[in-house]
């Protein structure tokens, strides 16, 4: 499967503003692109990329005063591979966890573990470990919170979204993503692109955020907003949550007036050829 993914995005500054995007597909699919991405800016300005703390691939630069475009387009093979399921995936005892995983089992900006703890124990803690502990967390949140686009706020955290019982994708991944980390399973934030492709359509095209969990000796992809098997994923970025990996990171006010993202399959069309 060929799955066409980009973005059209304009901003506006009222001063030259330095900013650092996350919006290119993770450097895991580099492989896996057969067209080459295409990042263009209008008006042009040059830019610089790097990677940083969690493997992401950032585009630096400084946007001037005035309107900014930015635009991005590529494609990408996919096997066309529904979402792991693996009832056999077991939790790792915390004493036997890599050290690596261990900063995904700490509080954070936007997952309040300290908040949430008992709530977690009181829920799932006499479940069985492993991957239907983190199945059940995800069923909880997916029935908990009703998703809203109108009822998006950039500041709300899993605790508040718990207790508000509304909220988007990244609200979604925030809460469940708290409650495995209370339950001492390390997870992590992930952001990218996911498509309509196989399921009927339901929202504009946009962004999505989910979670990996981490079972055995693997990360494994759960998510608690659609909870249902999905294909056509494309990892941009992964984080402790949404603080480290916001799209745009703008070092001084801007304001958004376009916003466009576009992922589909163009296997059988004569850009997929």
Request: negative net charge; aromatic residues 12%; proline residues 5%.
């Amino acid at each position: 499967m060929l799955i066409r993914y980009g973005y059209d995005i304009s901003l506006h500054c009222e001063e030259q503003t330095p900013m650092v995007c996350l919006l290119s597909a993770h450097s895991e699919h580099r492989s896996k692109l057969r067209r080459p991405e295409t990042f263009v800016s209008t008006p042009e300005i040059s830019s610089s990329t790097y990677c940083d703390l969690y493997g992401n691939s950032c585009r630096r630069f400084v946007a001037p005063a005035g309107e900014i475009n930015l635009w991005g387009d590529g494609v990408i093979e996919d096997d066309g591979s529904f979402d792991s399921f693996v009832p056999a995936a077991t939790e790792v005892p915390l004493a036997k966890l890599p050290d690596e995983v261990l900063v995904y089992l700490l509080g954070s900006r936007y997952c309040e573990t300290d908040k949430l703890s008992q709530v977690a124990w009181d829920l799932f803690g006499s479940l069985d470990p492993g991957w239907f502990r983190v199945q059940s967390i995800c069923d909880y949140v997916h029935n908990r919170i009703e998703f809203d686009y109108t009822q998006a706020r950039a500041t709300r955290s899993a605790f508040e979204a718990f207790d508000e019982k509304v909220g988007v994708c990244r609200d979604f991944a925030h809460l469940a993503i708290a409650l495995c980390r209370c339950m001492n399973i390390p997870a992590r934030y992930v952001n990218g692109y996911l498509g309509d492709i196989g399921v009927p359509i339901r929202d504009p095209m946009d962004f999505s955020a989910w979670m990996e969990v981490y079972l055995g000796d693997h990360w494994y992809t759960f998510d608690p907003r659609n909870n249902e098997p999905r294909l056509g994923r494309i990892v941009v970025s992964r984080g402790r949550d949404a603080v480290d990996v916001p799209l745009i990171n703008s070092f001084g006010p801007h304001t958004l007036t376009n916003f466009q993202v576009w992922t589909y399959d163009v296997t059988f069309t004569d850009e997929g050829r």
